[in-house]
């Protein structure tokens, strides 16, 4: 059975959707058959993916859930590329997430989609937006462990506190077997002196009480470079110093789940 992994943050701009896309990708490497699901309008992930050409979005299954409607078959919408499998997004998302604030029992819309396919994945991987709206909630509400992605940047820390609070209410109101996996640092450009001060901010604050990926991501233009090709670092810079670090995640993650 399949674990869930739900990659959030309160800030945008702080490599989430890379983080899904290069961690599936180093854990297809080590053996674990992946999917990853972009839960964001915005459909960053879609775009890492090169999907341009979405028949069937997320976006589309959630009101089929909504609306009661049976699921198309999974051939329909799991795609597929160089061993990992993804669930696409679309802006409907955003239509989607305004029509779950009038739905019952809303917070279990994207669990009907995804537990089913838990028997056929070692990890589903789940891209979100930057908020703690409705979307986020059914995320919450359907995974396991939550990986928090922060940025080593003053505004990125200052939502810190309130995702993890979200992430508790969620655990004790609809979730109860929600944990937070750990915090991932990424982004890191370890020459700069605020990198390290709030890099040692996380440790003295967290310490004990949340995990604290040991792995961090460095800020380098290979990232960059590889989203434009649509390439994950495993194929377009295996030897690069990030490809390394999403290596060493995975490695963690999988440790982790040990």
């Known amino acids: 059975m399949g674990k869930i992994y739900m990659v959030g943050a309160m800030k ?6 890379v983080t899904v896309f290069n961690l599936a990708y180093s854990l297809r490497k080590m053996g674990k ?3 990853a ?26 009101m089929d859930v909504i609306e009661d409607e049976k699921l198309p078959g999974r051939e329909e919408y799991v795609r ?28 279990r819309m994207l669990a009907a989609i995804l537990e089913p396919l838990r028997v ?18 059914n995320a919450m509400a359907v995974a396991d462990e939550v ?37 991932l640092l990424t982004m890191c450009d370890a ?3 605020l990198c390290k001060t709030i890099t040692e901010q ?24 590889s989203v434009y090709y649509s390439e994950p670092l495993a194929e377009y810079a295996p030897e690069s110093n990030a490809c390394r670090a999403y290596d060493r995640l995975a490695g963690e993650v999988i440790a982790y789940e040990g």
């Open 12 to 17: 945008g701009g702080v490599g989430k959707s």
């Open 33 to 35: 058959k992946v999917l």
């Open 37 to 62: 699901v972009d839960f964001d309008p915005q459909s960053n992930l879609t775009t890492c993916f090169g999907a341009d050409d979405v028949d069937i979005s997320i976006a589309d299954l959630m």
């Open 80 to 107: 597929e590329r160089n061993g990992v499998d993804f669930i696409p997004s679309s802006i409907g998302l955003s239509a989607v997430e305004a029509k779950l604030r009038l739905e019952m029992g809303s917070e």
């Open 120 to 137: 056929d994945y070692d990890f589903i991987l789940i891209d979100t937006s930057p908020s703690l709206g409705t979307l986020n909630i």
């Open 147 to 183: 990986i928090v992605a922060v940025n080593p940047q003053l505004l990125a820390m200052m939502g810190l506190q309130d995702f993890l609070k979200t992430v508790k209410k969620i655990k004790s109101r609809i979730n109860g077997t929600l944990e937070v996996a750990g915090i």
């Open 191 to 193: 020459r700069t002196i």
């Open 202 to 225: 996380v440790a003295e604050t967290f310490q004990g009480q949340i995990r604290i990926f040991k792995s961090k991501i460095p800020n380098t233009v290979k990232v960059g470079e």
